[in-house]
C-alpha cells in the first residue's frame, strides 16, 4: 500500500513564504515523477510543478519562477517552495507521485488528501 501524506500548508499574508512537504510510505520499488497540484476555489485542478527522479523540473504557467520544487530521493519525499505568495494562490495542493511498487509492476500514479493554503490581501 503506498500513501502520500502532505504538511506544510497554512495561512500567510501575500508577499510571503510557505514550504510544502509531502513523503510517500509504503510498498516502493521506484518513484518516477513527482508532483504539486493546486485547486481554488471554484477552479479547476491545475499543474503546479512536476521533477522527474532525474531532477528535471517543470513549472506550471500560473507559477513561474516564484515556486521551486525538488525532491529527496532517500527519504521519499517532495518538496514545494513557495516564494512571493499572491491571493491567487490560495488553494488545495496536491502531491502527486509515480509509484511502481515491486519489480516487475507497471508504475501507478498516487494522490494525496491535499493541504489547505490561505493567502491574504
Known amino acids: 500500500q503506498v500513501r502520500l501524506v502532505e504538511s506544510g500548508g497554512g495561512f500567510v499574508q501575500a508577499g510571503g513564504s510557505l514550504r510544502l512537504s509531502c513523503v510517500v510510505s509504503?510498498?516502493?520499488?521506484?518513484?518516477?515523477?513527482m508532483g504539486w497540484y493546486r485547486q481554488g476555489p471554484g477552479k479547476q485542478r491545475e499543474l503546479v510543478a512536476r521533477?522527474?527522479?532525474?531532477?528535471?523540473?517543470k513549472n506550471g504557467d500560473s507559477v513561474g519562477e516564484r515556486f521551486t520544487i525538488s525532491r529527496h530521493n532517500g527519504k521519499n519525499t517532495v518538496y514545494l517552495q513557495m516564494d512571493n505568495l499572491i491571493p491567487e494562490d490560495a488553494g488545495v495542493y496536491y502531491c502527486?507521485?509515480?509509484?511502481?511498487?515491486?519489480?516487475?509492476?507497471?508504475?501507478?500514479?498516487?494522490w494525496g488528501q491535499g493541504t489547505q493554503v490561505t493567502v491574504s490581501s
Open positions: 502527486n507521485a509515480e509509484v511502481q511498487s515491486h519489480w516487475g509492476e507497471r508504475v501507478e500514479n498516487y
Open positions: 509504503g510498498s516502493i520499488f521506484r518513484i518516477n515523477d
Open positions: 521533477i522527474s527522479a532525474g531532477g528535471r523540473i
